[in-house]
């Protein structure tokens, strides 16, 4: 056994303080639905939907927008920017001349003293 759907609802709200404002009415017979919602949208309009839905045609709405819509221009401040500048005075640096004596090594001449080793030879 199934029950023949029929029903009908509405509700609403309309709260200033939040700035929420909707409503809904919906009543169906059979297998046909009607019934339309109400929106406040942000630009300030009220979107109205007035829809439909059955077997046959499937779901249908149309749309309603009631009021001016309102975009409020963003508030442009104009930055003043200067260029940031400071003066720097720079000082010669004078640092003391330090000379140290260079050292000198006594040369090394001949075979036995060489900076590779001693001698030619393989050492046995």
């Known amino acids: 056994f199934k029950a023949y759907p ?18 809904q009415h919906e009543e169906r017979d059979g297998d046909v ?8 949208d942000p ?3 009220l979107r109205t939907v ?3 839905a059955d077997d046959h045609n499937g779901f249908n709405a149309i749309v309603e927008k009631d009021g001016h819509s309102i975009h409020p ?8 920017l ?9 000082e010669p640096v ?8 260079p050292i000198y090594e006594k040369p090394f001449y ?5 900076p590779i080793g001693d001698k030619y030879g393989f050492g046995y």
């Open 6 to 23: 029929k029903y009908e609802f509405a509700y609403g709200v309309n709260d200033p303080h939040t700035g929420d404002h909707k409503s």
């Open 33 to 40: 639905v009607k019934g339309y919602y109400t929106v406040a």
């Open 43 to 45: 630009d300030g309009t």
């Open 50 to 52: 007035h829809y439909t």
């Open 73 to 80: 221009q963003p508030v442009v401040e104009k930055v003043y």
């Open 82 to 90: 200067e260029p940031v500048v400071e003066k720097v005075v720079l």
């Open 94 to 101: 004078y640092e003391k001349a330090i000379y140290e004596k």
């Open 110 to 114: 001949g075979y036995e003293n060489g």
